[in-house]
């Protein structure tokens, strides 16, 4: 699977939108990007997937951009509650097991 | 209401104590996975299974041992040889052959005096 970097943390103000960033430079034509959070002392979370189109669902929007190479996770209203570490991951659709490797994440905190 | 359920939530060991971490999925999900998680860290994969009789080992299996007898059960065993067994472990479960989502349990956070 394909590594990613992501910044190790970032603030953001309580109503307005946290765009959370992610590299995947040496992504694969046919490996998806993932986005799971975790929050503290609770098991991950699953908030996205996608492949090369822009995705949207209750939680939050995924922008590819178009050479694959990086992508963003937005919250468009953050909360208190969104704070959490936000991990980026990238697979295959029929990797082994299906497993997930999951690197350092971006500890988003979300500010009153 | 399905889910994974992981027990117990917190548990303590003295050193040299073989400790087993429970693992239940009633999802119907053929592969369930086993993480652990070292504070500020990322998650390392330990052992997985996609089928009932038959596990791979993941990053990190020294010193662990798991068991998949049945579709719903996937039991881990932190060993004596495990060197520092201290760490937050987690459960997932997924489908497999298709796209989808992992789900995880809640952990089990094991301390190791």
């Known amino acids: 699977d394909a590594k990613t970097t992501q910044p190790p943390s970032m603030d953001c103000a309580e109503g307005r939108a946290a765009n959370l960033p992610c590299n995947h430079s040496t992504i694969s034509g046919n490996e998806y990007v993932y986005w799971y959070r975790q929050i503290h002392s609770q098991g991950p979370q699953y908030i996205i997937h996608g492949l090369k189109n822009n995705e949207t669902n209750e939680m939050a929007s995924l922008i590819i951009t178009e050479d694959r190479k990086s992508s963003t996770l937005i919250l468009p209203h953050a909360t208190l509650r969104d704070t959490a570490v936000y991990y980026c991951i990238v697979r295959l659709p029929f990797a082994a097991g299906n497993m997930l490797t999951f690197g350092g994440g971006t500890r988003l905190m979300v500010k009153p | 209401d399905g889910g994974i359920t992981q027990s117990p939530k917190y548990l303590f060991r003295k050193e040299g104590q073989n400790v087993t971490l429970s693992c239940e999925q009633n999802?119907?999900?053929?592969?369930m996975y086993w993480y652990r998680q070292d504070p500020g860290q990322g998650l390392r994969l330990i052992y997985y299974?996609?089928?009932?009789?038959?596990?791979q080992k993941g990053d990190i299996a020294e010193g662990y041992s798991v068991s998949r007898e049945k579709k719903e059960s996937f039991p881990l065993t932190v060993t004596s040889a495990q060197k520092n067994p201290t760490a937050f472990y987690l459960c997932?479960?997924?489908?497999?052959?298709?796209?989808?989502?992992?789900?995880f349990g809640q952990g089990t956070r094991l301390t190791v005096v």
């Open positions: 299974s996609q089928i009932v009789n038959d596990f």
């Open positions: 999802l119907n999900h053929d592969a």
């Open positions: 997932a479960s997924s489908p497999t052959g298709t796209i989808t989502e992992a789900f």
